[in-house]
């Protein structure tokens, strides 16, 4: 399972590499439902900074929007610090004259809200862009591109797919559908496969493994089978074209929402070996019109352009 990645977040990079239009409706609607409190979209930083310097009256409505969510977050945060300062405070004085185990704990959460915050704060309000503002994690929003009327087009979906027609419940109850198995195509995602493909520009993506697999041991020597974070890097330094599914889900009295999910398939060799049993699938750049103009009635032709992915070696660290 890709339960994280390192993404192109900037949809200039489709532009000026793929020729792709930007639907700026779908970037307009989500960040003004996103302003407005219709939606908790998250959204990452690199995202947003597409718009710093608008160049058009709609991507200056959609940098005023981002400022106003973005000002209304920072105040919260502010207002949630001065509570939790205040909360510090009052453990701290009950600590100088008596050591209670509610002080104690309350001096410890007080402490790393604090912390937890200014860094919040710290986001919002710095302009240079870090590595991790580009990273997206399952119910994120990523920059996708598909075909819609014989034009490449770059739009903004959640990473986690709502199938049309399936209820928002569906979210809670499959809580891993970020990611579509290979192996079940044609089982849960038939009505996405074959009809509604994407592709997500990836330079990294993160698994968790199991530390007793990472390290060569068995399980039982350790007091609990603990996970760790693996970064895996295309060894070439070249982005990965990574297949996807998407639908638009529709629901009276609800917004749409656009989502997709990354499909995953039997990891190689040097994945295996690092203890994770899936692997996102990049195609090759000459398949992308082909994966992106799907024939329900030639399947095959789509599993083809699967099969023969790109293929490049995966080195892996522990993640930051």
Known sequence: MCYSAQIQAD???????????????????????????????????????????PQTEAEREIKALNDRFNADQATKLEQ???????????AERTLLTKTTKAATESQRIATDKIVWTRGKLEDIQRAELKPRDSRIFPGHYAPVMVIEDRQRVVRPMRYQCRIAGKPASYDVKYPGTYNARRDNLEGFWKPCFGYTHGVMLVDVFYENVSKAKFEGTL?????????????????????????????????????????????????????????HDRCI??????????????????LATMYAI????????????LAA
């Open 219 to 275: 399980s039982e020597t350790h007091d609990r089978d603990e996970n760790i974070v693996l970064e895996f890097r295309p060894s070439n330094g070249e982005l990965m074209h990574v297949a996807c599914l998407w639908s638009r889900w529709s629901a009276p009295g609800q917004p749409d929402l656009l989502s997709f999910a990354a499909i995953t398939d039997e990891p190689p060799e040097e994945v295996a070996a690092a203890g």
């Open 306 to 317: 699967l099969d023969d992915r790109d293929r490049p070696y995966y080195e892996h660290r």
């Open 11 to 53: 949809y200039r990079k489709f532009v000026r590499t793929f020729g792709a239009l930007m639907d700026i409706d779908e970037f307009s609607r989500l960040f003004f439902e996103r302003a407005e409190g219709l939606n908790k979209a998250k959204v990452p930083k690199a995202m947003e900074a597409a718009f710093c310097s």
């Open 281 to 298: 699938v990049p195609i090759k750049p000459e398949d992308i019109d082909a994966w992106l103009n799907p024939d329900a009635s030639d």
């Open 80 to 90: 949630d610090l001065f509570k939790q300062r205040k909360r510090l405070a009052d």
